[in-house]
């Protein structure tokens, strides 16, 4: 995904973030069973219609194809470890050892990557946690050979539709009623990866 890295399967990597808060030192990693309870945690802060539990663990477990990730901050701006903003928001460290402040998961479906999660803990936002996810998924897909991204966002989210605009998504399509608990359209979104190897 970075420096070299090629995927959830090769172990942790490690990277800086920068957001509106300052650096923040981030490490991404595979999600691991784990790691759910301190996901919900974020999960059902953030969503109206949250994922379950045994979702993530299908994620996990049994889909094949599926590519969840966790990001955690491993120190703050000072250096130290175990940072305010983690404990914060997800009331501790996760199987990592080390607070999770967003996660993400993506679907590899023969050239593809499908975006079907991306969510970043209520205190970390708008510090770069987003970004950071948004850009390591699409690195990550590039090097798997996808030639094209993904994703559905609420009409409504325009924080969430802004992000993936700045990561080269355009709408689509429209999904009507797509979202169950109050029947709120689905926008859509495409991007192409360029075929000369720029971009993301």
Known sequence: MSEGAVGPDRGKIEIFAYGGGGPMRLRLRPMRVGDIPEVMKIEVRSFSLPWTEDAFVREIEKIPFSRPLVAEEVEGRNGRAGPAVGGSATGGP??????????????????????????????????????????????????????????????SNGAAVSLYEGFGFSPVAMRKGYYPDNGEDALVMLMEFSPDGGGV
């Open 94 to 155: 996760a199987a990592g050892g080390l607070a999770i402040v967003g996660y993400a998961c993506w679907w590899e479906v023969k050239d593809e990557c499908h975006i079907t999660n991306v969510t970043v803990s209520p205190e970390a936002r708008r510090r770069g946690v987003g970004k950071f996810l948004m850009r390591e998924i699409l690195k990550d897909a590039r090097r798997r050979d996808a030639v094209r991204a993904t994703l559905e966002a609420r009409n």
